[in-house]
């Protein structure tokens, strides 16, 4: 079969099989387990629930315009794809740069909570061995098809809202006092530190792009893609507000935070949202939440592998990368371009590993943080690409879906990652030194980028179906 010839599988996905690669990468239970705690105790406190909704409604704004692109461009590149269009390819394949870079850090750092948290479960074997394992079945679950990786990811995820869903529910129907009025007031929203609120926020709905890479093997892309993509930002910011208040709601605005700091002192930040379900839905829930938080982070891991490849495959089929890494095999999955991802994702974590380092406090924090200042970087370039596409290629358009909305989130988007920014050292929690050489690798690999564009300028034969 010639890569000329090879697609990726058509009429693969519907709008739920998109939606469950977009929650799988956001991975809901180890968002709220894992960020809640710390945005509680360092942000806004009770005025959490708030920042999911703020953060909610800044993507919600960046997606108008992304979906706008989107019904004109569809592409396994996505990002790539909508900001070559709307600013030149040599900024596209800078972009992919940086979009290929976020994608393989937050898969690393995810491994390396992954590792142990399954050591933790079986209580035998180090951390990367488990990490290993895990790396093979993923690579052949790549392999099988898109198909087959959305019918286990749909399972997994499943169990993630339910449990998450059903402890909401109970608190929401037996609490004594849900200080809807304390939660949701402009006052509580703004106590504290509410930009580092928002950047937990913010960081938690990593992935929801993710909708338009699978484009080309979805069911009228047309329509699918902006339903998808629309459901998951508002499912998802919806479903974090609400399981956030109802943690507020079960230990008190006024003890809430207390409850977070402990838990965070203790070391066992998750214990904090662990203990509330407990508390609600019994004390069996507490092995539950350990298999479904390591289940959760698989599912994460295969929808990042899935996503990584799909960029490697468009790379190459508009050959800036060499044309081989196109070639798809009898499952019309990218092989190869999946082993290499694999082999990425092995050389990012390995040197943790040999090194002996803390795989949540190094590999984990640190790659989550430069994960999202990289991809909100993307978001950013976006915003300002689909400005200038329909301004020239498409006059006439709607001003409120194609300027207005897209200037809106680009606003929100800049403010957002400056916020990160100068809040970066709480978000990785390391040193003010390292926060300065992982926040130098966004510009170091899009100046990579670059480079390989301005390489490739004579060679490279864009693939974009309008």
């Known amino acids: 079969m ?14 739920v099989g998109i939606l469950f690669f977009v929650f799988s990468a956001q991975a809901p239970l180890t968002g709220i387990a894992g960020a809640a705690p710390l945005a509680i105790v360092l942000g806004n406190g009770a005025g959490l629930p708030m920042a999911y909704l703020a953060a909610g409604l800044i993507i919600l704004l960046f997606s108008i315009g992304f979906v706008a692109m989107g019904r004109h461009v569809v592409h396994a590149g996505a990002f790539y794809a909508y900001i070559g269009r709307g600013l030149g390819q040599i900024t596209g394949i800078s972009s992919a740069a940086v979009a290929l870079f976020a994608y393989n850090v937050i898969q690393a750092a995810m491994y390396g909570l992954y590792g142990v948290i399954v050591e933790g479960l079986f209580g035998f074997g180090p951390w990367w061995l488990w990490t290993l394992l895990t790396m093979a079945i993923v690579q052949a679950l790549g392999a099988l098809g898109i198909d087959i990786g959305a019918r286990v990811l749909a399972v997994l995820v499943a169990a993630e809202f339910s449990l998450l869903g059903a402890f909401a529910l109970v608190t929401l129907f037996t609490a004594d006092n849900l200080a809807a009025g304390e939660v949701f007031s402009l006052d509580t929203a703004l106590a504290g530190a509410p930009g580092v609120a928002l950047m937990f926020a913010i960081a938690s709905m990593f992935g929801f792009e993710s909708t338009a890479i699978y484009g080309e093997e979805a069911r009228d892309p047309q329509k699918t893609v902006p339903r998808a993509t629309y459901l998951a930002v508002v499912i998802v910011s919806g479903f974090f507000a609400f399981v956030t208040w109802m943690l507020v709601a079960y230990y008190g605005p006024q003890n809430v ?5 402990a838990a965070l002192d203790a070391g066992d930040g998750a214990g ?5 379900v407990g508390g609600q839905l019994g004390d069996w829930t507490g092995k539950v939440l350990e298999i479904l938080l390591a289940t ?18 468009s790379l190459s089929r508009d050959k800036v990368l060499h044309h081989s890494v196109a070639r798809l095999n009898r499952r019309h999955s990218p092989g190869l371009a999946g082993a290499i991802q694999t082999a990425c994702v092995l050389v990012l974590v390995l040197p943790f590993a040999i090194l002996g380092q803390d795989p949540v406090l190094t590999l984990f924090s640190w ?43 680009a606003i929100g988007i800049a403010l957002a990652v400056w916020v990160i920014l100068a809040n970066f050292t709480t978000l990785i929690g390391g040193t003010t030194a390292t926060a300065a050489w992982l926040i130098g690798t966004v510009p170091a690999v899009a100046l990579a980028g670059l480079a390989v564009a301005i390489a490739r300028r004579g060679v490279i034969n864009p693939h974009v179906v309008d």
Do not use: C, Q, W
């Open 257 to 261: 935070v207390g409850a977070a700091g």
């Open 296 to 313: 959760s982070l698989f599912a994460g891991i295969l929808a990042f592998h899935n996503s990584i490849t799909r960029y490697l495959y």
């Open 367 to 409: 790659f989550s943080g430069v994960a999202v200042v990289a991809m909100m970087v993307n978001y950013f370039l976006t915003s300002v690409s689909v400005i200038a596409f329909f301004r020239r290629e498409v006059p006439g358009s709607p001003v409120l879906t194609t300027l207005i909305a897209p200037l809106l989130g």
């Open 272 to 276: 904090f949202v662990f203990a509330a």
């Open 2 to 15: 010639s890569v000329s010839t090879d697609r990726l599988k058509p009429n693969a996905l519907g709008v």
